[in-house]
């Protein structure tokens, strides 16, 4: 009688099987996010043109144009928000997350963040009470984090709490705890069945996988949050009851400014007087160009248009008083960076880049290529003004 040990074949068995239905459920995961992707890119997509379309009446009534401005901003937001996402996804991916811990005001970083939710609420007119609790009062307050980082966190976070809650209350803010400072973002929404609980930060899923429900999103948002917060050296975690709501709270390490940073005065908004400079803009999208133009226009700057990298390389030699040039990468004739090498070839005039490409590589090749700065679309006006300002004050 012959006998054998077939356990450690079982149990190969089973761990294959157990490998075969995780491969299965992430290859559904992926499939269902693919198709909710697509879905959540041509909703807004749909509503923006087809709006667009309907504000070319001009016929149309002022109060309906505005109206109708509202919801291209809205969806526009949505849209952004989505990229943005993906974007920060595929940076996470990739292993290719960057920390840039800087000082930052608390207290205004938190106002800021409130005034823009605020004004969102009542564009989403909305029947919610925002509120901002800050243990810490002085306006001075400081401490060193990566800021860009965190405001993506608290976006994403009370965004969600916005988007799940019809009527009540959103609460944001921070308090300090010991070596932390801990955030944390309170709601009185729908809040997250037990069973559901599990899986809110698991990559591409959501607490509702149902194409019905009620509320959009691609299900990357919390996975992302908690990858930054525990990139940063947090912690980030959650209580929810259904129907009553969700807190979400995370912890950052406590790192004070160095006495040498004067933290006694908050910087004031700058006011930009720019009469005796000339900006030449390389942009082959109008509309690209025409919030430049409307950005300079309260500085009294002189702007001139190129619409290909060529066109900017002659301007250049046409006008030899050019201060700067906001130089678009992609362009057709000539792109960017040639026309950036050409151009400081000829003179050493400020050139900042700007792109829709929003990865590291793309600023380690315009900085390769000769600019004195980089920007990523979508600019907001401070951002584009403040660095100019860099820009001309620096040697």
């Not at 307050?141 to 800021?147: G, V």
């Not at 009553?244 to 700058?270: A, C, M, S, V, W």
Request: aromatic letters at 8%; a negative charge.
């Amino acid at each position: 009688m012959i006998s054998e040990d077939i356990s450690h074949r079982k149990q190969y068995e089973k761990d294959l099987k157990v490998a075969k239905n995780k491969a299965e459920e992430a290859d559904r995961l992926k499939s269902a996010f693919l198709a909710n992707l697509s879905h959540e890119i041509r909703t807004p997509m749909n509503a923006i043109i087809g709006f667009t379309n309907v504000l070319m009446d001009e016929e149309l009534p002022g109060d309906e144009k505005k109206k109708l401005k509202s919801l291209i901003h809205d969806n526009s937001y949505s849209l952004l928000k989505l990229i943005d996402e993906i974007i920060e996804l595929s940076k996470i991916q990739a292993g290719n997350i960057r920390i840039n811990n800087t000082m930052c005001f608390v207290n205004r970083f938190m106002k800021d963040l409130y005034a823009n939710f605020k004004g969102r609420i009542e564009e989403l007119n909305k029947d919610i009470r925002l509120s901002c609790v800050c243990s810490v009062m002085t306006n001075d307050f400081a401490i060193i984090i990566d800021e860009i980082k965190v405001r993506q966190v608290l976006n994403s976070l009370i965004d969600n709490a916005i988007k799940f809650t019809s009527r009540g209350f959103v609460e944001f803010g921070y308090a300090i705890k010991e070596d932390v400072i801990q955030f944390h973002v309170i709601d009185s929404g729908t809040g997250i069945a037990e069973d559901k609980f599990g899986m809110i930060y698991d990559l591409f899923r959501q607490a509702d996988d149902s194409f019905t429900r009620a509320h959009g999103g691609a299900g990357i948002g919390l996975s992302i949050s908690k990858k930054l917060i525990e990139h940063l050296g947090g912690e980030i975690w959650a209580q929810s009851t259904p129907n009553q709501g969700t807190n979400i709270f995370f912890t950052l390490p406590l790192e004070k400014p160095h006495p040498k940073f004067d933290t006694q005065t908050l910087p004031e908004p700058k006011e930009y007087n720019w009469q005796d400079k000339v900006v030449l803009v390389a942009e082959d999208i109008d509309s690209n160009y025409l919030f430049i133009q409307e950005a300079l226009s309260v500085t009294n700057a002189k702007v001139l248009w190129a619409k290909n990298g060529k066109e900017a390389v002659q301007m250049i030699k046409k006008f030899p008083n050019v201060d700067l040039v906001l130089m678009d990468i992609k362009m057709p004739e000539m792109d960017g960076f040639e026309a950036t090498k050409q151009i400081k070839s000829l003179r050493n005039v400020k050139i900042i880049g700007q792109t829709a490409y929003a990865h590291d590589q793309e600023k380690r090749k315009c900085n390769d290529a000769g600019f004195d700065q980089y920007l990523s679309k979508p600019i907001t006006i401070d951002h584009l003004l403040n660095s100019i300002e860099q820009a001309f004050t620096k040697n």
